[in-house]
């Protein structure tokens, strides 16, 4: 067994290019990944000011952005299959970190972001000379968005920024931020903007870095703006649409959420039906029995089926549809598969699926987040039972 993203799943129209991009993805990730995973989880962080510019080489870090912006100029079939490759990563807390730049912190830069905004950051971004982050989460605004209480004055051409946010991945190197933050008074979804905020701006503090479950080589802090000063033509497209662009924002951030968790749940899959192939209890492989072999073809079925899926999100972003519906059933199943997954592999590795020397517990804790992260599953029912017409 072992799957190839392009040769079972015909669903996206992959090219040469597209495989060869793929197959460069999955050498960095051996070689430039790999071998140094263990060091950063154990450092609680991943060197991204030396990891971001061989990803700029790679032209990893844009490859759907326009080719005026440094970007390869593809469709979003190379971001997701990037996903996908780098879920495959012995930890997946640095695949989160580059996908915060990548398909989190920048896709409403890219497309809404002024020619200044774009040159100062997105070119940077995309050769790795930047690293980005996305602030929405709070202290008391997590999956409640429309809550949020970061605020911006006016001040001439200026915004004065005040307030903290939470959880925010790159949030310790980041060299900016993409904030969410209320720029017209008011407590709903309305007057809310994206704008960027540098993190050498004076005010600006990294209050905390948080210790966390899993995920330990990303990143994760908590931030304070201070009366922060920037420049009114830092805000991503037209004030007052922050919201708005940020839940279209949050569709690609969910679709390579998932493809992270296919890519994770391949590898655990792959490697535990090996393991169950090579280690023998009362005889016999502990593949032999019906009960191991049932189970991890039936997790694998409903892998591929969640591929499928997340193919078909993929398809309809290249198409310029809305995906809302599709990828937020997608992320719910994903987040809810990768647990059962990392349980069952787990499980079949007995007390070694229990030892960090095997894999295994790393990606159990790491896998964690999907359910949480991105909109948690009850944001994500909630999404749907609207859309169904249930509520
Ligand atoms: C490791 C990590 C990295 C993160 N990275 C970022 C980042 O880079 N940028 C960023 O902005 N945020 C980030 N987040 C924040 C993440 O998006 C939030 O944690 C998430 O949206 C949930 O918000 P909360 O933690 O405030 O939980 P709360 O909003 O307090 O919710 C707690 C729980 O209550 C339940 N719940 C809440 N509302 C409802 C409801 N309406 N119906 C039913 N049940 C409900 C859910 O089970 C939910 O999990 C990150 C979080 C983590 C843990």
New binding site residues.
């Given amino acids: 067994m072992g799957s190839s993203v392009c040769e079972e799943a015909p669903l996206l129209n992959l090219t040469p290019e597209h495989e060869m991009f793929r197959q460069s993805v999955r050498r960095f990730v051996e070689r430039e990944i790999n071998p140094y995973i263990d060091k950063w989880e154990a450092d609680k962080c991943y060197p991204g000011r030396e990891l971001f510019p061989k990803l700029g080489e790679l032209g990893a870090l844009g490859p759907s952005y326009p080719e005026e912006y440094g970007g390869g100029g593809g469709d979003y079939a190379y971001n997701y299959l990037m996903s996908e490759e780098l879920g495959q990563a012995a930890a997946l807390g640095v695949p989160m970190g580059i996908m ?1 730049h990548t398909d ?1 912190a920048t896709p409403a830069l890219a497309q809404f972001g002024s020619e200044e905004l774009k040159q100062k950051f997105l070119v940077p971004a995309i050769q790795g000379k930047l690293i980005s ?5 709070e202290p008391d605004a ?3 968005v429309a809550s949020l209480t970061t605020s911006a004055v006016s001040d001439g051409d200026h915004y004065i920024i005040n307030g903290s ?1 939470m ?3 790159n949030g310790t190197q980041a060299d900016f931020v993409v904030t969410l933050m209320r720029t017209t008074p008011g407590n709903s979804a309305k007057g809310m903007s994206l704008v960027v905020v540098p993190t050498d701006s004076e005010g600006f503090k990294v209050s905390r870095s948080i210790d ?1 479950m899993g ?1 330990h080589s990303s990143d ?1 802090a908590a931030l304070t703006y201070e009366n922060v000063r920037v420049p009114k033509s830092f805000c991503i497209g037209e004030e007052g649409r922050g919201f708005q662009l940020q839940m279209q924002q949050f569709q690609k951030e969910r679709l390579v959420g998932t493809g992270l968790a296919l890519g994770g749940m391949d590898r655990c899959l792959s490697m535990t039906a090996q393991y169950c192939k090579e280690r023998k209890t009362f005889g016999k492989p502990i593949i032999e029995n019906q009960y191991v072999h049932f189970r991890l073809a039936e997790l694998r079925t409903e892998v591929e089926l969640l591929r499928q899926m997340a193919h078909h999100c993929t398809n309809q972003i290249i198409a310029g549809q809305d995906c809302t519906r599709d990828v937020s059933m997608a992320k719910l199943k994903a987040g809810r598969l990768c647990r059962e997954v990392a349980d069952a592999c787990i499980q079949f590795h007995g007390g070694m699926g229990y030892a960090e020397e095997y894999p295994m517990a790393r990606y159990y804790r790491d896998a964690r ?1 999907l359910s ?8 994500m029912l ?1 999404i749907l039972a609207r859309m169904e017409g249930y509520i």
Avoid: F, P, Y
């Fill in positions: 915060v989190m982050a996305i602030a929405v989460s997590g999956s409640d946010k959880w925010i991945t966390k995920n994760t987040l949480i992260g991105a909109g948690a599953d009850e944001i909630t």
